[in-house]
């Protein structure tokens, strides 16, 4: 058989137990708000997410490509140019996001009352 079939797993029952499938580490949340304004290369997220190695990286851009939150598109060049979108699916993670950051907003200005 030459065709690759994909095996979805079951999911989760409780819906916050999906999302957190999904997004549920921390390297994921930086991609996608790095990745919400727009498309990047692999070296720009790289620098925008942080401390993360290039293998955490590959690994986690992997995962979200699989799980259909991002597309990796590679260009015929040399050097070759590889670039990650988020699909429609990523993007609707933006509510998820902007919620997240109003929350530790919050959190941050009365951390220190």
Do not use: H
Not at 37 to 66: D, H, N, Y
Not at 81 to 87: E, G, S
């Amino acid at each position: 058989m030459t065709t690759k079939q994909i095996i979805k797993k079951p999911l989760p029952e409780c819906p916050i137990e999906t999302t957190l499938t999904l997004i549920g580490n921390k390297w994921t949340i930086l991609i996608l708000r790095d990745l919400l304004p727009g498309t990047k290369r692999f070296s720009e997220l790289k620098k925008s997410v942080g401390s993360i190695s290039q293998k955490v990286l590959t690994a986690q851009l992997r995962k979200m490509e699989e799980n259909g939150l991002l597309t990796r598109t590679v260009y015929p060049e040399i050097p070759p140019r590889v670039t990650y979108t988020l699909t429609e699916l990523g993007q609707s993670l933006q509510m998820v996001l902007d919620v997240m950051k109003i929350w530790g907003e919050q959190f941050q200005e009365n951390y220190d009352k």
